[in-house]
């Protein structure tokens, strides 16, 4: 592995690593990526050997076992998902966008590291006994449906991939999971959905929350598998049927094991759970008490910024129309005391891939914000979640930045994460 990176005063940099040289081994164990090394690191006396100028040399190292040798490294490649899901998002994006946009994540190392939802149709024997061997622990598994026959109409994956075995290898060994389906009308809902909660929760407790989101359509499906929209009808009746399915299959303690993304209950109007309704679990990324979890943030936080009420300024905040509503009711009123703040609350809706469908904040697009905010009056400010960014916070889903915005709209466009400490440092810019 190919060093990018050596912390000022570390133990690495005593010892004279530098930017460029490659971890070979330590201990003497190859080292193949990020996560290997964190494993063989953590010793408090290793050998570690080294490439340096096309020399291999070895350095015995005395440490505390926490210490970090302040090293950094390239990213490592990631493996694709081996299925050809019915529903995946990556081949409803239009053509011409980046590569990475049309990339199927299905690494088990993205999964442990940064909470990613994979199949493990292309994890073999291998990599699941170095996920015990090296407690990678919980990951995320995207388990869809457990019938053998639906796995293989809905994955396209041409083979049994042998869910149900790795869940019992993993879980027997320590590992723990959180599962997630993706429901698609008519085709894992059902009799299908009944079968998956109770194969997955027969793992329960090493198999620690089953969440439930609805499909995602884009209108980009051309020569894609037909599917029904999960419409606000569909919801409206399937959240009962959901909090029924929930209350068979619970945690020891009367906690949820089963649990629905927020966008069931934005989509027809009520108000989402509180925040007990998700069990201590930290599902955020997947949708799933998100909004919750802002508000309760939100909520215990905001008077601690009252002193902020000397910024006078025009701001328009500017969300999905997925939200929209809920922020009218319950956000956009936390701001009452705030005189000096005049809020205008604008929704952008998502041409580029859908407005009936695709209503979330996080896949908004800069095209779809300029040609909706061209011509209003936007105040000093406009504010958007930081999550329709990519993961390094420079370009949106469509390849324009913060700066090409702005200058189109003629007003600052900034992004902010859910915490109102980000909120007000980014209005006393």
């Known amino acids: 592995m190919k060093i990018n990176n050596i912390e000022k005063d570390s133990i690495a940099e005593s010892i004279g690593l530098k930017k460029g040289d490659q971890v070979y081994s330590i201990d003497g164990s190859r080292v193949k990526d990020i996560i290997d090394y964190r494993f063989k690191v953590a010793d408090e006396n290793i050998v570690i050997k080294v490439k340096q100028s096309g020399e291999l040399v070895e350095y015995e190292i005395e440490k505390d076992i926490d210490d970090n040798l302040g090293i950094g490294f390239d990213d490592f490649n990631i493996r694709a ?92 060994n320590g590992i723990e999971l959180h599962a997630q389906v993706v429901l698609c009308p008519g085709w894992n809902d059902g009799k299908f959905l009944e079968k998956t909660v109770s194969d997955i929760y027969s793992f329960y407790p090493s198999a620690l929350s089953m969440s439930i989101v609805p499909v995602g359509l884009t209108k980009h499906r051309e020569g894609l598998p037909k599917l029904p929209q999960v419409t606000k009808e569909y919801a409206k009746n399937f959240i009962p049927i959901g909090k029924e399915i929930s209350r068979k299959y619970r945690q020891k303690n009367g906690k949820n094991f089963l649990l629905l993304s927020d966008e069931w209950f934005l989509k027809v109007g009520n108000e989402v759970p509180k925040l007990d309704y998700y069990s201590g679990h930290d599902l955020i990324e997947n949708g799933v008490g998100q909004v919750a979890h802002f508000m309760a943030d939100w909520k215990d936080g905001i008077n601690d910024y009252k002193s902020m009420n000397r910024i006078s300024k025009k701001i328009t905040i500017c969300t999905g129309t997925l939200v929209v509503n809920y922020f009218k009711q319950n956000f956009i009123p936390l701001f009452q005391p705030f005189s000096n703040l005049d809020i205008q609350l604008i929704p952008i809706k998502n041409t580029f891939f859908g407005e009936d469908d695709v209503t979330v904040s996080g896949l908004l697009t800069g095209q779809d914000i300029i040609s909706q905010l061209q011509g209003k009056e936007l105040g000093d400010m406009v504010l958007l979640s930081d999550r329709i960014l990519n993961e390094d916070n420079t370009v949106t889903l469509d390849d324009m930045n913060l700066k090409q915005i702005s200058n189109a709209l003629k007003v600052p466009v900034r992004v902010v994460n859910d915490t109102p400490g980000d909120f007000f440092s980014t209005l006393d810019i």
């Open 81 to 172: 998902c081996a299925n050809d899901c019915v529903f995946c998002f990556a081949d409803q994006n239009p053509p011409g966008m980046r590569e990475g946009l049309y990339f199927r994540d299905g690494d088990f190392r993205m999964s442990f590291l940064y909470g990613h939802f994979i199949t493990m149709t292309n994890m073999g024997w291998k990599q699941l006994k170095r996920v015990v061997e090296q407690q990678l622990s919980p990951l995320y598994v995207s388990v869809h449906v457990t019938d053998p026959d639906k796995r293989l109409e809905m994955f396209l994956y041409g083979k049994d991939d042998f869910l149900m075995k790795k869940f019992e290898y993993l879980t027997e």
